[in-house]
């Protein structure tokens, strides 16, 4: 099956660089994305990785390693509206659908 | 703008009664989904179609059935709603897998079971 790892809550001050750990195992690979969702709101696409390494889009970036089964997002400069929820999230068993992670909360303070 | 729209943004139901949460996509996406999200929990996948009149169970498909009868629109139903049905009902679409250009969610359902 297919089972994801990230931490529940982050907090950082505005301005700050934030790293938002995912771990995942998994029986088949498709990729590692993550999705945004803010207090009330929908989940939002963010960022996918198919390939080992770096994407960067604007202040957010994304990093997967296949060979250690890892990945991370990293927010740069802050800022109070990225205060939401995270989440990682993997193709299911034969690339179906996503299996999403549990999240991981960041509160950004001033 | 790619829309996912649920019908319901709160809805208060009895136990035992039959619920229906209705979804609806503008944009032609073969995919479909719907997910419940609890506190702790993350998003839980229910169920999945792929096609007009197919199915497939997700993570969590029990208490539940999904009827797709026309491409842009996803029925989730509980049969007998119960209290630990509570939750708030996510529905999303895509085309293909998605990965490269994400889901769409809608809003959600927020469904309270007394």
């Known amino acids: 099956g297919q089972s994801l790892e990230q931490p529940s809550e982050v907090t950082a001050v505005e301005g700050a660089i934030v790293q938002i750990n995912c771990t995942y195992q998994t029986s088949g690979f498709y990729g590692l994305s993550w999705y945004q969702q803010h207090d009330g709101g929908a989940p939002t696409f963010l960022s996918y990785n198919g390939l080992d390494g770096l994407e960067e889009t604007g202040r957010f970036s994304s990093f997967l390693s296949r060979s250690d089964s890892y990945g991370y997002l990293l927010l740069q400069e802050l800022q109070m509206k990225d205060s939401a929820s995270y989440f990682c999230a993997v193709m299911g068993q034969a690339g179906t659908a996503l299996i999403f992670g549990k999240g991981t909360t960041l509160s950004v303070s001033s | 703008d790619v829309k996912v729209t649920q019908s319901s943004r709160y809805l208060v139901k009895r136990t035992g009664e039959k619920v229906f949460l209705e979804c609806v996509q503008d944009?032609?996406?073969?995919?479909m989904f719907w997910y419940r999200q609890d506190p702790g929990l993350g998003l839980r996948l229910i169920y999945f179609?792929?096609?007009?009149?197919?199915?497939e169970k997700g993570d969590i498909p029990e208490g539940y059935s999904v009827s797709r009868e026309k491409k842009e629109r996803f029925s989730l139903i509980l049969e007998s709603a119960s209290t630990n049905q509570t939750s708030m009902y996510l529905c999303?679409?895509?085309?293909?897998?998605?990965?490269?250009?994400?889901?769409?969610f809608g809003s959600g359902t927020r469904l309270t079971v007394v």
């Open positions: 179609s792929y096609d007009v009149k197919m199915k």
């Open positions: 999303a679409s895509t085309q293909g897998q998605g990965l490269n250009y994400g889901y769409t």
């Open positions: 944009m032609d996406h073969e995919n």
